[in-house]
């Protein structure tokens, strides 16, 4: 069966811990992240603190595949995500001149005849061995595995689309069955089929508002698009009598 590649993602941000934004990157990453073959298996969200952030980067990077950060890439006081991470690696940070002369250009553009101020140039400081992948005009930070991210959700995605293609994996085959019966009625089922197909992801989702169609919703996850057509067979057989409303997939 295809090895599925992990990530992880770090959220960055006091304005999310303390609602003054809501985070829009978590559910676009375990979306996109989905699309892509790749398993999320955690997120974190912590405060604009360099331990904290160096502390979570520490513990992910060497447990998945992938760490992704959103937030704390800015110029700011508050944008301490690079530094973080080239604690949490142990590299010392430098001024990169590729990200200099990228900087230079997009100050340029609006600004032509003139410096960009210190400020800005402060986004060029990163760890040593920092790639720079994606967009040219606006790479995205690579250290190992760990990729730092804007916060803004435009920039986040406009960043990980570009480099979408280095995470590509064998996609997930999905199967889902909606039904009319309750999680108490179909239980003894999903246990059993559960049990018998330990390579299947098996959830069950209920609904409890008034306009559903369906009381619940459940599906069957794999790579291996058989699997998941003889898990979902056995699930069929199994459960109560005329509770099937319909099956999607995979």
Not at 39 to 56: C, G, P, Q
Not at 242 to 248: A, C, D, K
Request: proline letters at 8%; glycine letters at 8%; hydrophobic letters at 45%.
């Amino acid at each position: 069966m295809p090895r599925t590649p992990t990530a992880a993602l770090v959220v960055v941000g006091n304005e999310v811990l303390s609602a003054k934004v809501q985070d829009e990157n978590g559910p676009y990453t375990a979306r996109r992240l989905r699309e892509l073959g790749v398993e999320l298996v955690t997120i974190r969200t912590v405060r604009d603190r360099v331990d904290e952030v160096s502390a979570a980067v520490a513990a992910l990077q060497p447990a998945v595949d992938w760490v992704f950060t959103s937030g704390g890439v800015g110029p700011t006081h508050d944008d301490i995500t690079v530094r973080a991470v080239a604690e949490a690696l142990g590299r010392p940070m430098h001024r990169s001149p590729a990200l200099v002369e990228t900087i230079r250009a997009l100050h340029r553009r609006g600004h032509p005849g003139t410096e960009p101020p210190e400020a800005a140039l402060r986004m060029a400081d990163v760890p040593e061995g920092t790639r720079l992948l994606g967009d040219e005009g606006y790479p995205t930070l690579a250290l190992d595995n760990v990729v730092m991210l804007p916060g803004v959700p435009q920039f986040y995605r406009h960043q990980l689309e570009r480099i979408a293609h280095l995470l590509q994996a064998p996609p997930f085959r999905l199967a889902c069955v909606y039904l009319s019966a309750g999680e108490g009625e179909i239980a003894p089922a999903l246990d059993a089929v559960a049990a018998a197909h330990p390579a299947v992801e098996i959830g069950s989702y209920p609904r409890f508002d008034a306009g559903a169609d369906h009381r619940v919703k459940v599906t069957l996850e794999a790579k291996d698009a058989a699997r998941v057509e003889t898990a979902l067979r056995a699930l069929l057989a199994a459960l109560p009598a005329g509770s099937i409303l319909r099956t999607e997939g995979p």
